[in-house]
């Protein structure tokens, strides 16, 4: 499967996303996953702006249990980084290429045929930062999806929070899926804000 997605908020914060998943050998339990980003970001401290920018590559191996109605899916691999911090100085441990470890999981829970819940989350050691999204879905249309996430991000200098709708599983051809969120952002030192998104999945 290939996924793909961006992101944008005020104040031109942004992040693109391109990966692949596949079985790990044609393995029915274990999965490969590559992916890249670019991103940039904000947050404020002591009366500063911090701007980060920077671009991300990460490999990981992982394995994977379903069941009916549900699936789980843990991984870990390396993730290498390399940020732009603006002033410079303002955040060394941020400033600059790192690597790290990724842990990962994620799954998904339907219950019925007509709710679902899905969440993923993501912590990196070494640079301890954390990503985690969590979405409450009810089916609208044909394999479409629609309901709230939440979102929570940061590292030791910054935590941000997001909220909002989002419509995802929809349609395009026979292969392609594609979903649309929009919501709230809330980000330390730094005013509420609106961001909103788009992500593509094309199976095989």
Known sequence: MIF??????????????????????SSRFLTERLAISDYY??????GTTVKV????????LGA?????????????GPRFRDNRVTP???????????????????????????????GIGFYTIGPASYWGRARFLHRTFGDAWAGVEVIKHGD???????????????????????????????????PRSFYGGIEL???F
């Open 4 to 25: 793909a997605g961006a992101s944008i908020a005020e104040q031109g914060e942004r992040n693109e996303y391109l990966g692949g998943t596949a079985p790990f050998f």
């Open 41 to 46: 970001y904000q947050y404020g401290t002591n």
């Open 53 to 60: 920018r920077g671009q991300a590559v990460e490999a990981a």
């Open 64 to 76: 994977q249990a379903a069941w009916q109605g549900g699936w789980v899916e843990a991984s870990t």
């Open 88 to 118: 410079s100085g303002a955040n060394a441990r941020a400033d600059g290429s790192q690597w790290g470890l990724s842990l990962g999981l994620q799954g998904e829970q339907h219950f019925g045929q007509e709710w679902a819940f899905n």
């Open 156 to 190: 030791p200098d910054y935590r941000a929070t997001q909220g909002g709708l989002v419509l995802t599983g929809i349609k395009i051809g026979e292969k392609f899926d594609m979903g649309f969120y929009a919501g709230v952002k809330k980000t330390s030192g730094q």
């Open 201 to 203: 999945t094309k199976g």
